[in-house]
């Protein structure tokens, strides 16, 4: 069973905008932290943006802050990243992921880290050109 699908993603300009879709399962979604990860050919996974679906409480990489926004839709189990002024830099595998649906799995307000994530989605690619 597929938890996380991503959509939303493609080429763009520079400069440009470009709304990313994470729709979660029911249980993953549920007052649970959501998080954006990219990944660039050649370089490691990296945290972009997390949301905790319960409170709305979010946290932005210092590489995206003032850039992307994320949100969520709990009508429709879905988190977005908004991603306006986008950047060559930015071009990679976008990865939606969520953590494990028990106990209290709350965001991190300073940091983002893979192995706190339980459910991955495959990916949506951006590519932007200069």
């Known amino acids: 069973q597929v938890e996380l699908v991503e959509s939303g993603g493609g080429s763009v300009q520079a400069g440009s905008s470009l709304r990313l879709s994470c729709r979660a399962s029911?249980?993953?979604?549920?007052?649970?932290?959501v998080a954006w990860f990219r990944q660039a050919p050649g370089k490691e996974r990296e945290g972009v943006a997390s949301?905790?679906?319960?409170?709305?409480?979010?946290y932005y990489s210092d590489s995206v802050k003032g850039r992307f926004t994320i949100s969520r839709d709990n009508s429709k189990y879905t988190v977005y990243l908004q991603m306006d002024s986008v950047e060559p830099e930015d071009t990679a595998m976008y990865y939606c992921?969520?953590?494990?649906?028990?106990?209290?799995?709350?965001?991190?307000?300073?940091?983002?880290?893979?192995?706190?994530?339980?459910?991955w989605g495959r990916g949506t690619q951006v590519t932007v050109s200069s």
């Open positions: 029911r249980p993953y979604y549920n007052s649970n932290c």
């Open positions: 992921a969520a953590k494990a649906p028990y106990g209290i799995p709350l965001c991190s307000p300073s940091s983002l880290t893979q192995s706190d994530f339980e459910a």
């Open positions: 949301i905790y679906t319960g409170g709305g409480a979010t």
